[in-house]
Nanobody, 115 residues
């Protein structure tokens, strides 16, 4: 049974930091591209960042320089370190795994940036 379980979301003040984690099980984690999507109210879902099985990374322009994605294949976990958070980063963040046509989603974790 495939599971992607996110954690680390919460309420943070503007300028603060959060580290999201996504623990994966039920598939060969190391061979999948892992990513983080987000969806804010009344906005389209956005790919925030991704990391390939080989370690190549992608960042949306909106988070470049503020976010870092990393993966620990020994722990089947992907991380998203977010710094200098802004109110516009407020969204539900979803962990995503993909290899070819195989795609899996986590249940999401809420990130709220507010003073």
């Amino acid at each position: 049974q495939v599971q992607l379980v996110e954690s680390g979301g919460g309420l943070v003040q503007p300028g603060g930091s959060l580290r999201l984690s996504c623990a994966a099980s039920g598939f060969t984690f190391g061979s999948y591209t892992m990513g983080w999507y987000r969806q804010a109210p009344e906005k389209e879902q956005e790919l925030v960042t991704a990391i390939s099985s080989g370690g190549s990374t992608y960042y949306a322009d909106s988070v470049k320089g503020r976010c870092t994605i990393s993966r620990d294949n020994a722990k089947n976990t992907v991380y998203l370190q977010m710094n200098s958070l802004k109110s516009e980063d407020t969204a539900v963040y979803y962990c995503h795994a993909q290899r070819g046509w195989d795609k899996y989603w986590g249940q999401g974790t809420q990130v709220t940036v507010s003073s």
